[in-house]
């Protein structure tokens, strides 16, 4: 009996079970596709059998319109990677998908009409739409033998991403393009602005379009990357793939290890093509690498036969053996009208190349490639036809094979700090140089008089001194560029305006025009009635000079111009009114966004990077390449402006010149600065010098690295400032403890460590370690080497801001981040 019921009781669980287990499974029954006699309606979803991807009906962000589109199944953040219907939102949940009896796969709302459709196949009764695990919506029929073979793929058609295995580009035996477009916004996935794709003639290149117009190019595949991304090779993470055959042109990637996911997307805010891995721990996503990086990814920025490099001020060069075509225009940095050759090429003559490193490759839009010739079949080539203008091998890997020809202008060249590759550029044939001198000298001298002696010593002093004058050239070659600057500035007649205008266009100084207090007085928003936005400076009353004294200061400080200061536009000069004219810069000034919470994690690193680089530049131009060589002494956040597209403008430069008091080079009574990035010598004894702006500097690359203000900084364990924290961060090995803002991309890392011992380096105690400006260019871009630094000036604050002794002696003082003037305590 007992084991009867036992028996029972467990044939009872047993049925239990099953039918508990097909309730479940009706409940939760996921499919991975439909077929012919099948409808995904909205509200059902189609899940692929790995359980990666998941296919349904979607709003995006606020939007209230509904869109059939494919996301992760796995991701708790919504990351949508395709949809269907992109241009033609759905407004209620009615609509449906199906395969059609023609073998299309339609979209339709409730009215059976049709949303979005494919183009029809085949009539088959057994066709099967279906999700794979790879994210790839595919049609097929069951007929077909080949289960690969697909009469429809979503991996066609794509949208914003390209997932592992995607390919981008041509099929070229059915004429299919494969291009990437960004979405309009999150909340709208039609079309935007942005989109990539392969250009196929001659010499394939990877393009990414801001509208009709090429915004960033990165080049042509040279067997192990693209030319213009060398960061991109294969790595331990991805395998990076292109093909080219007569078949297909395409680009792939893939991930080495299966279990990383991760994605690459046009980014319509940010006008970057953003490659992204899922963190688990942290459940985000994290971005991985971005593109264009810097300033000299911008397509064409230099102009025909320009090249751009980042570490140079200005960046645009012209190629050697070229020169600006609109000289005026160029050196006014608006390079878009390029270079020309020196001397044109005369085809009749005897021709050479030089040969170029690290190079971007050009863009191939007139171009030629033979995959079979070498080198030196590639140069012939190149010889024969005196419109090439340049060649390269095709692919680099290994000893580097093939050819590739350009013809006519080299358009959007960079050069690369490391990944680049050669270019041989055509140049007439340097004549040969006729016989040595010294060497008939030498034949002729033993036979020849004293006077061929005498002729001897003559050629040899002649051929040093003109050995040396072409060194000079060479080494001097930006200060020649600026000195053909002052030749057409000195043309440049600085606007005079009357102080009625000025008045009337500050609304007569009112305060609420007030932008705000500088260190040589306060500077208001002005409107001119032509509409121009202005920044106006009222100068305090405090200078001794007088007006032609203060016009011919002024005038020089306009001629300088560079990117990277703010441009002075004119002044005006009334009784003791001295008032200087600035054009206006909207973003407003460094340091609002820098110590702000929310405008400072808002930046991604590379925008933060690119300020600090700018800085550098302008001060390299203000310390050496300008021809007034202008010490600053007063650099810090609030004096470094934005333009709209962030890029940093020096302000306040020059002034102390003209206000800084006596004009020794070394030392100074009147001490101008501001405390927190005063250097120890200028602060204590008044000794100025380009070293001091190093210092000024290092501490402003340390604030932006950080976030945080020096002067402010706050550690509840001991009484440094951001320099002694920084310092001991460091000397502890854990740098990039320095930052708490959010850092999403992997690749800069070594980056920002980089920057912080850049900023190290420049605010050594002892002035003559810290390295210059120019040396500082260089480091930031990891081109020159970086020594160990020594223990930075004012490890603490020396004078606490309240007992400042200073002040006694002065009229326009205050302390925290307001300029001193202050009479020197000897
Ligand atoms: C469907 O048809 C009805 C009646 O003709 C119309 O009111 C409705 O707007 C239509 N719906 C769509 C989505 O076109
Ligand atoms: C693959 O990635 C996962 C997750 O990121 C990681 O845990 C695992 O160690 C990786 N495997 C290999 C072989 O690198
Ligand atoms: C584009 O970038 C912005 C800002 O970083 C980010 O919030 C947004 O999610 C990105 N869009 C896509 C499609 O990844
Ligand atoms: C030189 O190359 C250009 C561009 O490919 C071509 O149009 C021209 O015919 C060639 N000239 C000669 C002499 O081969």
Same mark, same amino acid.
């Given at each position: 009996?007992?084991?009867?019921?036992?028996?029972?009781?467990?044939?009872?669980?047993?049925?239990?079970?099953?039918?508990?287990?097909?309730? @479940?499974?009706?409940?939760?029954?996921?499919?991975?596709?439909?077929?012919?006699?099948?409808?995904?309606? !909205?509200?059902?979803?189609?899940?692929?059998?790995?359980?990666?991807?998941?296919?349904?009906?979607?709003?995006?962000?606020?939007?209230?319109?509904?869109?059939?589109?494919?996301?992760?199944?796995?991701?708790?953040?919504?990351?949508?990677?395709?949809?269907? *219907?992109?241009?033609?939102?759905?407004?209620?949940?009615?609509?449906?998908?199906?395969?059609?009896?023609?073998?299309?796969?339609?979209?339709? *709302?409730?009215?059976?009409?049709?949303?979005?459709?494919?183009?029809?196949?085949?009539?088959?009764?057994?066709?099967?739409?279906?999700?794979?695990?790879?994210?790839?919506?595919?049609?097929?029929?069951?007929?077909?033998?080949?289960?690969?073979?697909?009469?429809?793929?979503?991996?066609?058609?794509?949208?914003?991403?390209?997932?592992?295995?995607?390919?981008?580009?041509? !099929?070229?035996?059915?004429?299919?393009?494969?291009?990437?477009?960004?979405?309009?916004?999150?909340?709208? $996935?039609?079309?935007?602005?942005?989109?990539?794709?392969?250009? @196929?003639?001659?010499?394939?290149?990877?393009?990414?379009?801001?509208?009709?117009?090429?915004?960033?190019?990165?080049?042509?595949?040279?067997?192990?990357?693209?030319?213009?991304?060398?960061?991109?090779?294969?790595?331990?993470?991805?395998?990076?793939?292109?093909?080219?055959?007569?078949?297909?042109?395409?680009?792939?990637?893939?991930?080495?290890?299966?279990?990383?996911?991760?994605?690459?997307?046009?980014?319509?805010?940010?006008?970057?093509?953003?490659?992204?891995?899922?963190?688990?721990?942290?459940?985000?996503?994290?971005?991985?690498?971005?593109?264009?990086?810097?300033?000299?990814? &911008?397509?064409?920025?230099?102009?025909?036969?320009?090249?751009?490099?980042?570490?140079?001020?200005?960046?645009?060069?012209?190629?050697?053996?070229?020169?600006?075509?609109?000289?005026?225009?160029?050196?006014?940095?608006?390079?878009?009208?390029?270079?020309?050759?020196?001397?044109?090429? !005369?085809?009749?003559?005897?021709?050479?190349?030089?040969?170029?490193?690290?190079?971007?490759?050009?863009?191939?839009?007139?171009?030629?490639?033979?995959?079979?010739? =070498?080198?030196?079949?590639?140069?012939?080539?190149?010889?024969?036809?005196?419109?090439?203008?340049?060649? &390269?091998?095709? *692919?680099?890997?290994?000893?580097?094979?093939?050819?590739?020809?350009?013809?006519?202008?080299?358009?959007?060249?960079?050069?690369?700090?490391?990944?680049?590759?050669?270019?041989?550029?055509?140049?007439?044939?340097?004549?040969?140089? =006729?016989?040595?001198?010294?060497?008939?000298?030498?034949?002729?001298?033993?036979?020849?008089?004293?006077?061929?002696?005498?002729?001897?010593?003559?050629?040899?002093?002649?051929?040093?001194?003109?050995?040396?004058? *072409?060194?000079?050239?060479?080494?001097?070659?930006?200060?020649?560029?600026s000195?053909?600057n002052v030749?057409?500035e000195e043309?440049l007649d600085l606007p005079l305006?009357?102080?009625?205008?000025?008045?009337?266009?500050?609304?007569?100084?009112?305060?609420?025009?007030?932008?705000?207090?500088g260190g040589f007085g306060?500077v208001?928003?002005?409107?001119?009635?032509?509409?121009?936005?202005?920044a106006v400076k009222?100068l305090?009353?405090?200078s001794?000079q007088?007006q032609n004294e203060f016009k011919n200061e002024v005038k020089l400080i306009a001629k300088l111009q560079h990117?990277n200061l703010v441009k002075l536009l004119g002044c005006c000069i009334?009784?003791?009114?001295k008032i200087l004219i600035y054009e206006?810069?909207?973003?407003?000034?460094?340091?609002?966004?820098?110590?702000?919470?929310?405008?400072?994690?808002?930046?991604?690193?590379?925008?933060?990077?690119?300020?600090?680089?700018?800085?550098?530049?302008g001060l390299?131009y203000l310390h050496?390449d300008s021809r007034l060589r202008i010490i600053h002494r007063d650099?810090?956040?609030?004096n470094?402006l @934005?333009?709209?597209?962030?890029?940093?403008k020096i302000s306040d430069f020059g002034l102390a010149r003209t206000f800084g008091?006596?004009q020794?080079?070394?030392?100074?009574?009147?001490?101008v600065?501001?405390?927190?990035?005063?250097?120890?010598?200028?602060?204590?004894?008044?000794?100025?010098?380009?070293?001091?702006?190093?210092?000024?500097?290092?501490?402003?690359?340390?604030?932006?690295?950080?976030?945080?203000?020096?002067?402010?900084?706050?550690?509840?364990?001991?009484?440094? =400032?951001?320099?002694?924290?920084?310092?001991?961060?460091?000397?502890?090995?854990?740098?990039?403890?320095?930052?708490?803002?959010?850092?999403?991309?992997?690749?800069?890392?070594?980056?920002?460590?980089?920057?912080?011992?850049?900023?190290? @380096?420049?605010?050594?105690?002892? $002035?003559?370690?810290? $390295?210059?400006?120019?040396?500082?260019?260089?480091?930031?871009?990891?081109?020159?080497?970086?020594?160990?630094?020594?223990?930075?000036?004012?490890?603490?604050?020396?004078?606490?801001?309240? &007992?400042?002794?200073?002040?006694?002696?002065?009229?326009?003082?205050?302390?925290?981040?307001?300029?001193?003037?202050?009479?020197?305590?000897?």
């Open positions: 009996m007992k084991n009867l019921s036992t028996s029972m009781d467990t044939l009872w669980y047993i049925s239990y079970f099953i039918c508990v287990a097909c309730l @479940l499974s009706k409940l939760y029954a996921s499919t991975d596709g439909i077929n012919s006699s099948q409808f995904l309606r !909205d509200g059902e979803t189609l899940v692929s059998s790995g359980g990666s991807f998941e296919l349904g009906f979607f709003s995006p962000g606020s939007s209230k319109e509904r869109y059939l589109g494919i996301w992760y199944k796995n991701i708790p953040v919504r990351t949508v990677v395709w949809v269907a *219907n992109r241009g033609t939102p759905i407004s209620d949940n009615s609509s449906s998908l199906k395969i059609n009896s023609t073998g299309s796969v339609v979209l339709s *709302n409730e009215n059976s009409s049709v949303v979005w459709s494919t183009s029809s196949t085949r009539a088959s009764q057994d066709l099967l739409l279906q999700l794979l695990d790879s994210g790839n919506l595919v049609l097929r029929d069951n007929k077909d033998g080949n289960a690969d073979f697909y009469l429809w793929q979503s991996f066609d058609s794509p949208s914003d991403t390209l997932l592992p295995g995607m390919k981008l580009g041509w !099929d070229l035996r059915i004429s299919l393009n494969r291009r990437l477009s960004s979405w309009k916004s999150s909340d709208d $996935p039609s079309p935007g602005q942005l989109s990539v794709g392969i250009e @196929l003639d001659p010499y394939p290149q990877a393009v990414t379009l801001k509208g009709t117009k090429k915004y960033f190019r990165e080049g042509p595949w040279n067997g192990m990357r693209f030319s213009g991304a060398p960061q991109l090779r294969t790595n331990p993470m991805f395998a990076f793939k292109f093909v080219s055959n007569q078949d297909e042109v395409y680009y792939m990637y893939e991930l080495l290890n299966k279990s990383v996911i991760s994605r690459l997307v046009l980014n319509e805010t940010t006008s970057t093509r953003e490659r992204y891995v899922w963190v688990e721990a942290e459940h985000s996503w994290k971005l991985y690498a971005s593109l264009p990086r810097d300033y000299c990814d &911008t397509y064409g920025l230099c102009g025909a036969n320009g090249i751009c490099i980042i570490s140079q001020s200005p960046v645009c060069q012209c190629l050697k053996g070229f020169k600006p075509k609109l000289a005026q225009s160029w050196n006014a940095m608006d390079w878009s009208h390029g270079c020309i050759r020196d001397e044109p090429l !005369d085809c009749t003559e005897k021709h050479d190349f030089i040969k170029f490193s690290s190079l971007k490759l050009p863009d191939t839009m007139h171009s030629w490639v033979n995959k079979g010739m =070498n080198l030196r079949e590639c140069r012939d080539a190149c010889l024969k036809n005196c419109s090439c203008t340049a060649y &390269t091998n095709l *692919n680099i890997s290994g000893h580097g094979s093939g050819c590739a020809l350009w013809f006519g202008d080299l358009v959007d060249v960079r050069r690369f700090i490391d990944g680049g590759q050669d270019l041989y550029i055509r140049v007439r044939a340097s004549k040969r140089a =006729n016989r040595s001198p010294v060497i008939i000298a030498l034949i002729v001298a033993p036979i020849a008089s004293i006077c061929g002696v005498l002729l001897v010593i003559y050629y040899i002093f002649r051929r040093k001194m003109k050995a040396k004058g *072409n060194n000079e050239e060479d080494d001097s070659r930006n200060v020649a560029s000195s053909r030749a057409f043309d305006l009357d102080l009625a205008t000025v008045s009337r266009a500050t609304d007569n100084f009112s305060i609420n025009k007030k932008l705000g207090e306060p208001y928003k002005g409107v001119l009635a032509d509409g121009q936005s202005i009222r305090s009353k405090s001794g007088g990117r009334d009784g003791n009114e206006y810069m909207p973003k407003g000034s460094l340091d609002s966004i820098l110590f702000d919470q929310t405008k400072g994690s808002a930046l991604d690193w590379s925008k933060w990077f690119n300020i600090i680089c700018g800085i550098a530049r390299v050496q650099l810090k956040a609030s470094i @934005l333009d709209n597209e962030l890029n940093p008091g006596d020794s080079e070394d030392n100074t009574r009147r001490i600065g501001t405390y927190g990035y005063m250097a120890p010598e200028y602060a204590v004894y008044g000794l100025f010098s380009v070293k001091s702006d190093v210092f000024s500097f290092g501490v402003l690359l340390l604030e932006i690295v950080s976030g945080k203000k020096n002067r402010e900084f706050v550690h509840p364990q001991n009484h440094h =400032n951001l320099i002694g924290y920084a310092w001991r961060l460091w000397t502890e090995g854990r740098p990039l403890d320095l930052i708490d803002r959010m850092v999403d991309d992997m690749l800069v890392e070594p980056e920002i460590i980089r920057c912080i011992h850049v900023g190290l @380096l420049c605010i050594q105690q002892n $002035p003559d370690d810290r $390295p210059t400006m120019s040396t500082v260019v260089l480091m930031l871009n990891g081109e020159s080497m970086l020594p160990q630094p020594k223990q930075p000036g004012f490890l603490m604050d020396l004078v606490p801001s309240e &007992t400042c002794s200073w002040s006694s002696k002065n009229e326009s003082f205050s302390v925290n981040d307001i300029s001193i003037t202050a009479m020197e305590a000897r």
